[in-house]
């Protein structure tokens, strides 16, 4: 590999991670609605919207990873 070719490889995994983040966020944003909706004090709903972000990553990352090295 040239170093362009790696160059423009870690500029596709920034993008994947990129999107992979928007994703999560809005995840987190919409789990966190939804628990507001459903009744939840807004403590508890923002916390479990930060759960739902939290795991969205942590899902993503591993995603990510597997598949890059498997390249």
């Known amino acids: 590999m040239t170093d362009e070719t790696k160059a423009?490889?870690?500029?596709?995994?920034?993008?994947?991670?990129?999107?992979m983040a928007l994703v999560s966020v809005l995840a987190g944003a919409m789990i966190g609605?939804?628990?507001?909706a459903g009744g939840m004090v807004?403590?508890?709903a923002v916390?479990?919207?930060?759960g739902a972000f939290v795991i969205a990553?942590?899902?993503g990352l591993a995603?990510?990873?597997?598949?890059w090295k498997r390249r």
């Open 42 to 44: 807004p403590p508890t």
């Open 33 to 36: 609605l939804l628990a507001w």
């Open 47 to 50: 916390i479990t919207g930060c």
């Open 8 to 19: 423009e490889d870690h500029r596709f995994l920034a993008l994947w991670v990129t999107i």
């Open 63 to 67: 995603v990510i990873n597997t598949l």
């Open 57 to 59: 990553m942590t899902l």
